[in-house]
């Protein structure tokens, strides 16, 4: 047995499935956004960071809210540059 090896954990990297959600983050005046946010579900927070690097306010959207807002490109453009390199 060889007993030098270094570590080779690193081997499968990539094998953790990434979860995220879409959320409505609604701005006085301005009106909302569809950002995607990291995790499961979303946990009640009243902020968090989201994929695309803003710290938003987040509150239960209505159905109206999913209707009116517009989707975050750049949310949507980093998952999708996420899933492609994932699966090659
Ligand atoms: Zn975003």
């Known amino acids: 047995m060889n007993s030098g090896n270094p570590s ?3 081997a499968r990297i990539g094998s953790r499935s990434e979860r995220h959600f879409w959320l409505v ?3 006085e005046r301005t ?3 569809r950002h995607a946010f990291r995790g499961a579900r979303w946990d009640g ?6 994929v695309c690097g803003e710290r938003v ?3 239960q959207p209505s159905d ?15 998952l999708k540059a996420e899933n492609l390199s994932r699966h090659g």
Do not use: M
């Open 45 to 50: 927070k009243r902020a968090d960071l989201s």
């Open 8 to 10: 080779e954990s690193s």
């Open 64 to 78: 109206l809210d999913w209707i009116l807002f517009p989707t975050c490109v750049t949310c949507n453009d980093i």
């Open 25 to 27: 983050s609604n701005r």
């Open 31 to 33: 009106g909302g956004v």
């Open 57 to 59: 306010a987040l509150a």
